[in-house]
C-alpha cells in the first residue's frame, strides 16, 4: 500500500564499529526493560585465516516492511503498518500477546514483553519522528552508519545515501507467495557466507534474542522505490545464517543466566 | 557466565545503598529522574517543564556536550549536542547511559564511616559535618605528628582538580597523585621534548594516510575523533593499523599488521629509514623548522626494514611498501601517536620516533596542529595567597628520579611503591578523590599493602569503588548530572556542567566539599568562593559573559585572543626538535635508539591490555545498562596456543604472573598472535557494594608487574608476562 510517508533506514555496514550506542539510547529513550532488546547489531564474527582478517558489524532492527508477515496473523489488529507513516507499530492496547506475530517475523525482531504481557518492537521511534528528531539510534551513531529518512522526499538523509550508494542489499523474505519488502536497506554489506558464532548474541540476556523461525531468504532488488538505482544485490544468505545461528544459540547448550 | 548473585550479595554486605531494589537488574524499568531546581528556576525549561538542558558528559575524560532532555519535569534522556565540537550530536553507548549510572541504585548516598575492618565492607551512616570533622581532625593530627608531607592526595584529573591542587598544596603536600602514568606518560613527553606541547591535535579533515600504532580508536572511543576517523576511511583514506591483536579497529583497516609487542620503536625507526634514504621527507620544512635531522639521518642509517623484520615479524617488503606510502601521502599523512602507549619501556623512544616522523613528512598545518589545551587564561579566579613552601621531596620521585615528568602528571606506581617502602620517609595518611588505585595501578596486592600502612584513608565517589571499600570515611560525591563544576574552555569556547537533575540523598559537588574540608584545615582563603554558582560568576567575570548565557546554550563565546604563529613551538630552539638537548643534558639517548624489550620466556605469554567501547577503565562496570550489552569479559588466546596447552572455549583458567593470579573464563579467537594473551580491562572487581559488577570477570592489574619508564615514568604495561592452564 502506498503511504504519505515512505520510511527507510539507510545502514552502511562499513562505517559501523559495533560501540552499541544505538542500543543504549534505544533502551533509554523505549524504556526498553533491562533483559530485552529491540534492536541488535549482529557481528558476523572473524573470517579470512590469521593475519589476512575481517570482521563485520550489522546494525539490525524491526525492518519496517511494505508487506509484513506480521500484520497478517495478528488476532487482535494491534500490529498494523501505519497508513501515513508506513511504520509497522503495536497498538499495546490492544495487543493480547498471543505471540503469532512473533513467531511470524522472519527477522527475529519482535518480542514479547513479559512483564507487561504485549509484544514490543522498534518503532523507529515513532514519537521522535512526531517532533521533528530522528530515532535515538540514528541520532546518536557514532560512525553515522545508521541513517534514517522518507524516500518519498528525495532531500531525504536516506533518499540522498541511495542516490549516491554504489550497491545496494536488502534482505529479503519470500513467504506466502509474496516478498516482505522490508525497508532496511544495507551499504557495504560483506559478500560472505560463512556466519561464524558471534560474541554480540552471546551479551544480550538470551530472552532479548530474536526468535527465530523457518524461513528463506532471498535477495530482491529495488521494488516500488522511487529512485533510479543500478542496485548490486548480495550477501543475501547473510541473515538467514545470522538466524540459523541464533536459533543454534539458543537450543544449543551454552546457558548464559547460571 | 560469572554473574553476580544479587541477592546473597545483599544479605552479606552492610551498606545501605541506593533506594532501588537489587531486583532492579531483572525487571529494571528506568524511573525518569526529576529535573534540577536550578534548571527551572533559571527558566532553562518551557511552562510544562520540558525543554533541553546542556551541560557536559562524565562518562569518560572526553567532555563531550549533552544536551538532557526534560519532559514535564522529569529527565528522560540524553542527547549529543550538535554545537559541541566533541560530540557534534553524537554520543557514545557510555555517554547515552549516564542516567543509569547517576541512577545506580547502588549510588552512596551519605558520608559513610568504617565500622568492620579495612575490607570487610562494614560502614555507618554518618553526616557531612561529623564526616569532615573526622577527617580534618585526623589529617591536622597527622600533619602535627610527621608534616604535612605526611598525608598523600591522588585524584584522576576532572574539571575540580584546580581546587583539589589547592587542598593539597595549601595543606603543605607535594605528594600529588594523577593516573597519567599507567595512561600517556611516554606520549605526552616525547611530544613535550619534540613539539613543546603535551598533545598536538591531529586534523582528519585532509588525512589521506594513517598510521595507528595501538590507536584503538574504535573500542577506545573519543567521540568526535572515532567519528573524524570513520568518515576519512569512508572517504578513501588508508589506514594501517598496527596491534598484535585483530581489534575493532583492526576491521576497518585498510591494513592490520599483528606486530610483535614491543617493537613499534623498530618499525618507525625503519620507516624514517626508508623516507629518509628515498628522499620522501618535506625538505623545506626540515631546513626551516626542526633540529637535529642529520643526527637522525646517521642514527637511522642502519635501521633498514630488513633489520625490523626480524625484530617486528613484519616483512620487509611491507614495511618499505608503507614507508614509501606515507612519504608520498607527504603531510597528508598522519601517524598517531596513540594515546595509552606506555606499554614498554622503549614506549618513550617509540613516541619519540612517532613524533619525528610526522615532522619529517611537513605534516603540521595539515593533519597536525598546535593543540589550544585548557588554556583558561581568560577565565577568572577566586583570589588566593601563595602555598605555603613545601620542601619535601616528592614520594613519586618527581623531579629527582624522573626529572622529564612534569609535577602536574608525576609517577603514580612509584608513589605507591615508596609508600610500601617507606622511603624517603613514610606517608601516614592518603585522601584519594574519584580514583581507583585499585584496579588502576600494577600489583593490586602492592596497593593493598599500601592500604594497610595508612592510619588514615578518605575517599570520595559516587559508588562504593574497590578502593572506597579499604576507605575509613567515604564522601559522596554528586555525579556528573547533579553538580556544577569549574567551567572549562576549548580553543574560542567557553562550556558549563551544570546539574540537569537534583544530587541525590547528600551527594555534594567536589567544589563543596573541597570548600568545606579546606576550611576546617584553616585552609579558607584558597576556597574564596560563596558556592558553585559564585565560583563560576568569578570565572567568567572578566569575560563580560552573562551565566545566564552560558546556562542557556551551554557553552559561550569567549573574548578572543590574538593567534599565536603555528610555526612557533616551545622548545629550547624553538623548533621541531628530532635532537633533544635536553635529553642529552640528562645524559639520555638524545635521538631514539633501538633497545630489545624483555621477552617471554616459552610458555608463557605476552599479556596485553586494551579498552572496550562499552566502558570507561574500570569506573562504567557497575552501570546497568552498559552491563547489558557488553562483551562477557575473557581471556583471549590464539587457537594454535590454546591447542597446545588442551585449552578450549569458554573453559575456566588461571592466568599467573609474577606477582598475581586471576581466574576467568578464555575465548579462543584467531585475533590473537601465538604469543599473546589479552584481558578484557576494567573488570573483576572486589568491592561486593558494586552489586552488578561484582565478580563479572577478572582483573588485569592483579596481574601487572610495575615497570616505570625511566625518562616518561609511564607504567610499562604489557612487559607482564604470563602462564595459563586450566583452572
Known amino acids: 500500500m502506498a503511504t504519505k510517508n515512505h520510511y527507510a533506514f539507510v545502514i552502511d555496514v562499513a562505517r559501523c564499529i559495533d560501540c552499541r550506542a544505538c542500543l543504549v539510547a534505544c533502551s533509554v529513550e523505549n524504556n526498553v526493560p533491562m533483559d530485552h532488546t529491540r534492536i541488535w547489531v549482529y557481528d558476523q564474527g572473524l573470517q579470512g585465516t590469521w593475519p589476512d582478517l575481517s570482521r563485520a558489524f550489522v546494525p539490525y532492527n524491526c525492518m519496517h516492511c511494505d508487506n509484513p508477515p506480521c500484520t497478517e496473523v495478528c488476532v487482535s489488529g494491534a500490529t498494523y503498518k501505519d497508513a501515513t507513516s508506513g511504520l509497522v507499530l503495536v497498538d499495546q492496547e490492544a495487543c493480547i500477546g498471543c505471540g503469532y506475530c512473533v513467531a511470524a517475523c522472519p527477522y527475529g525482531a519482535r518480542y514479547i514483553d513479559q512483564s507487561r504481557g504485549v509484544v514490543d518492537k522498534c518503532t523507529a521511534c515513532v514519537q521522535r519522528l512526531e517532533v521533528g528528531l530522528q530515532p535515538a539510534c540514528v541520532a546518536t551513531c557514532v560512525g553515522k552508519s545508521r541513517l534514517f529518512g522518507d524516500l518519498n522526499d528525495p532531500t531525504s538523509e536516506a533518499s540522498l545515501a541511495l542516490k549516491n550508494a554504489m550497491s545496494v542489499t536488502r534482505l529479503d523474505y519470500e513467504g506466502n507467495g509474496m516478498d516482505a519488502d522490508p525497508n532496511i536497506f544495507y551499504l557495504n554489506l560483506p559478500d560472505t557466507s560463512s556466519i561464524k558464532a558471534s560474541d554480540t548474541f552471546g551479551q544480550v540476556p538470551q530472552s532479548t534474542l530474536p526468535r527465530p523461525s523457518q524461513y528463506t531468504l532471498s535477495e530482491a532488488g529495488w521494488k516500488k522505490v522511487a529512485i533510479p538505482l543500478v542496485a548490486v544485490a548480495m550477501g543475501a544468505t547473510f541473515l538467514a545464517q545470522a538466524i540459523f545461528f541464533t536459533k543454534q544459540l539458543i537450543e544449543g547448550e551454552k546457558d548464559f543466566e547460571d | ?727
Open chain 2, 1 to 727: 557466565m560469572p554473574k553476580t548473585d544479587v541477592s546473597q550479595l545483599s544479605r552479606r554486605s552492610f551498606l545501605k545503598l541506593g533506594a532501588a531494589t537489587a531486583s532492579a537488574l531483572a525487571v529494571g524499568q528506568f524511573i525518569a529522574p526529576p529535573v534540577a531546581r536550578a534548571a527551572r528556576q533559571a527558566h532553562l525549561l518551557d511552562s510544562n517543564g520540558s525543554g533541553y538542558i546542556s551541560t557536559m558528559c562524565e562518562m569518560c575524560v572526553w567532555r563531550c556536550g549533552v544536551r538532557a532532555k526534560v519532559v514535564e519535569e522529569k529527565v528522560v534522556k540524553l542527547e549529543g549536542n550538535p554545537d559541541h565540537p566533541h560530540s557534534k550530536g553524537k554520543l557514545c553507548a557510555r555517554g547515552q547511559s549516564g542516567l543509569m549510572t547517576t541512577y545506580d541504585p547502588d549510588r552512596v548516598l551519605t558520608p559513610l564511616i568504617r565500622v568492620g575492618k579495612r575490607g570487610e565492607g562494614k560502614f555507618r551512616q554518618a553526616s557531612w559535618d561529623e564526616a569532615l570533622d573526622l577527617v580534618a581532625e585526623q589529617m591536622l593530627s597527622i600533619k602535627s605528628k610527621y608534616g604535612p608531607e605526611a598525608m598523600v592526595f591522588s585524584s584522576t584529573h576532572n574539571l575540580s582538580q584546580p581546587l583539589f591542587e589547592n587542598l593539597l598544596y595549601g595543606f603543605g603536600s607535594p605528594n600529588y597523585g594523577t593516573q597519567r602514568s599507567l595512561c600517556f606518560n611516554a606520549m605526552i613527553v616525547a611530544n613535550s621534548i619534540t613539539y613543546g606541547m603535551e598533545e598536538p591535535a591531529r586534523d582528519y579533515s585532509q588525512v589521506k594516510y594513517i598510521i595507528l600504532t595501538g590507536r584503538n580508536l574504535t573500542e577506545a572511543i573519543s567521540t568526535s575523533e572515532t567519528s573524524d576517523l570513520i568518515d576519512s576511511i569512508s572517504g578513501g583514506a588508508k589506514v594501517v593499523y598496527i596491534d598484535p591483536r585483530f581489534t575493532k579497529t583492526a576491521s576497518k583497516a585498510t591494513e592490520w599488521l599483528p606486530i610483535r609487542p614491543g617493537t613499534d620503536l623498530a618499525f618507525h625507526l625503519a620507516m624514517i629509514n626508508v623516507i629518509i634514504a628515498e628522499k620522501l621527507y618535506d625538505a623545506a620544512f626540515v631546513d626551516k623548522y626542526t633540529l637535529g635531522f642529520d643526527q637522525v639521518a646517521s642514527l637511522t642509517m642502519s635501521t633498514t626494514p630488513e633489520w625490523a623484520a626480524t625484530l617486528t615479524g613484519i616483512e620487509a617488503g611491507t614495511i618499505r611498501r608503507i614507508a614509501e606510502e606515507f612519504g608520498a601521502a607527504g603531510k597528508y599523512a598522519l601517524a598517531h601517536n596513540g594515546w595509552r602507549t606506555s606499554n614498554f619501556i622503549n614506549s618513550f623512544p617509540t613516541e619519540r620516533a612517532i613524533s619525528i616522523l610526522n615532522a619529517v613528512v611537513g605534516n603540521w598545518g595539515t593533519t597536525m596542529f598546535p593543540s589550544s589545551g585548557e588554556g583558561a587564561g581568560v577565565l577568572g579566579s577566586p583570589p588566593q595567597p601563595a602555598y605555603p613552601r613545601i620542601s619535601a621531596q616528592r614520594l613519586d620521585g618527581v623531579p629527582w628520579m624522573y626529572p622529564f615528568v612534569p609535577l602536574k602528571i608525576g609517577v603514580f606506581q612509584q608513589l605507591r611503591d615508596s609508600i610500601v617502602a617507606g622511603t624517603p620517609y613514610e606517608p601516614h595518611g592518603w585522601f584519594i578523590s574519584r580514583q581507583n588505585p585499585v584496579q588502576s595501578l600494577p600489583d593490586r596486592q602492592k596497593t593493598l599493602e599500601a592500604f594497610q600502612k595508612m592510619d588514615l584513608i578518605v575517599t570520595m565517589d559516587i559508588l562504593v569503588n574497590d578502593t572506597d571499600w579499604f576507605s575509613d570515611v567515604v564522601l559522596p560525591e554528586a555525579s556528573y548530572l547533579e553538580r556544577y563544576d569549574p567551567l572549562v574552555p576549548m580553543g574560542n569556547q567557553v562550556y558549563i556542567r551544570q546539574p540537569v537533575i537534583e544530587p541525590q540523598g547528600e551527594a555534594k559537588s567536589a567544589l563543596w566539599v573541597y570548600k568545606e574540608l579546606g576550611t576546617r584545615l584553616g585552609l579558607a582563603d584558597f576556597f574564596q568562593y560563596k558556592d558553585e554558582v559564585d565560583y563560576i560568576n568569578q570565572q567568567l567575570a572578566p569575560t563580560g559573559i552573562p551565566l545566564e548565557t552560558l546556562r542557556l546554550h551551554g557553552n559561550a563565546t569567549l573574548p578572543t585572543s590574538t593567534g599565536s604563529d603555528i610555526y612557533e613551538w616551545s622548545t629550547p630552539s624553538g623548533k621541531v626538535e628530532l635532537f633533544s638537548s635536553l635529553l642529552e643534558k640528562a645524559k639520555f639517548d638524545p635521538v631514539p635508539i633501538w633497545t630489545d624489550p624483555p621477552q617471554p620466556k616459552a610458555g608463557e605469554f605476552y599479556l596485553l591490555t586494551g579498552k572496550v567501547g562499552q566502558h570507561t577503565q574500570f569506573g562504567t562496570q557497575n552501570n546497568q545498562l552498559l552491563h547489558k550489552y557488553q562483551d562477557v569479559p575473557r581471556l583471549w588466546m590464539a587457537p594454535e596456543a590454546a591447542k597446545s596447552l588442551g585449552l578450549s572455549d569458554w573453559d575456566t583458567v588461571q592466568v599467573t604472573s609474577p606477582v598475581g593470579t586471576v581466574q576467568v573464563a578464555l575465548q579462543v579467537t584467531d585475533a590473537m598472535r601465538t604469543d599473546c594473551v589479552y584481558l578484557t580491562p576494567g573488570f573483576g572487581h572486589l568491592s561486593m557494594a558494586l552489586r552488578t559488577a561484582y565478580g563479572v570477570g577478572a582483573s588485569d592489574s592483579v596481574l601487572h608487574v610495575t615497570y616505570t619508564d625511566p625518562i616518561s615514568g609511564g607504567q610499562a604495561l604489557s612487559q607482564t608476562f604470563v602462564s595459563v592452564k586450566k583452572a
